[in-house]
């Protein structure tokens, strides 16, 4: 069940990063600026937020299994009509909107009700191990889709992209069965009046919305630069495709930083495991601060590792102290409400950073502004550490 999730959970976080690299042939085609490319991104991140509690409802109600064949479909949909686009409102409406919730409906609120009912005490290795799908996908999306979209162009690779998902995810509908029922044993399950949690009690909470705001500015924090990095190197004289290999072999160390930031949560707990990628990714924010020409090489692979290595690693923590505090059978539906914070937190980080960089002409307010996100990121997460 767990490895089930993990591939198609790959695929789907491969298809929506690879952006970054058309982001740049969008540019080249249609003359576009960077604010108005990266608004098709921006919107796809408000529009997961915001339509996260449907999906975590949907899965609450009807199950993994039709939810992932629900979001296979539109993903193939979304892919279809990207290739043919020729209008910004196309790709913001294709991109933004329908194939965003396509991914959403292949992601963290539909495996993760399933797979904390599996998993109690090592839960946040579970949840690690799934979420670090995402950053292997990240890592795959880069270098492979910069040589297929220079081999044939940006409207074939989205119709190679259609296909590959039409073959690999529609066949998983057969593969989720009914997620068991929760076990009553797991006493985060219940209020302290002994009900079962639901979106109403759990937003009347102090830590429902200290999570909120801990998904929303660890968003901030990470979007107003990850969206941004191949354009920021290539600006300052770097090759696209080398640009691409390294942030693509850099991504590669998010899988075991994701899967030992999660595990170590099951240990020394979620707040200091949080607080630890919080340190490493201002440090890999700092490394990009640092560059100014293209031969700095060592500069941009420390940026890349140490930016690669925390990217998504506070999610499992996050993702498994809302499990912890709020687990039951409505915790699809409370994780989809807290995760709207971090689809506004997204889309206010990847538009903001193309409309400073269209302002000022560079990146470097966008990534001070990363580094104060991650701090207020940190301080809302400590003080959920007396909640358990």
Known sequence: MLGGAFLIFTLGASIMHAYTVFLLALIAEFGWSRAQAS????????????????????????????????????????????????????VIGLYGVVMTLGANCLGLLVFVPLLSRLFVRRRGMAVSILQSANAFGRALSAPSSQLVVDGVGWRAAYGLQAGLVAAVMVPFF????????????????????????????????????????????TSIGTFLLSLHQI??????????????????????????????????????????????????????????LLLHSPDQHLMLWLHGIFFGVTWGARGPAITAKTADLFGGPSLGTILG???????????????????????????????????????????AFWLLRSRR
């Open 174 to 217: 057969f593969f989720f069965r009914v997620p068991p029922a929760p076990s009553a044993s797991d006493g985060a399950m219940k209020t302290a009046s002994g009900r079962p949690w639901t979106l109403r009690t759990a937003m009347r909470t102090q830590a429902f919305w200290l999570l909120f705001l801990v998904y929303m500015f």
């Open 231 to 288: 354009a920021f190197a290539v600006d300052i004289g770097f090759d696209p495709l080398y640009v691409a290999a390294v942030l693509g072999a850099s991504s590669l160390l998010a899988l075991p930083g994701v899967i030992i930031t999660g595990t170590l949560s099951d240990y020394i707990g979620r707040e200091w495991s949080a607080i630890l990628a919080y340190g490493i990714s201002i440090l890999g924010v700092i490394f990009a």
């Open 39 to 90: 608004l098709a991104y921006s919107i796809g991140q408000l529009v997961a937020g915001l339509t996260s509690p449907l999906v975590g409802g949907l899965t609450d109600r009807l199950g993994p299994r039709r939810v992932v064949l629900l979001g296979s479909a539109l993903l193939v949909v979304g892919l279809i009509g990207s290739a043919m686009a020729e209008q910004l409102w196309q």
């Open 337 to 379: 409400v807290i995760t709207v914070g971090s689809g506004i937190g997204a889309g206010l980080g990847s538009w903001g950073a193309g409309f400073i960089h269209d302002l000022t002409g560079s990146y470097r307010i966008a990534f001070w502004l990363s580094i104060a996100a991650y701090g207020c990121g940190t301080i």
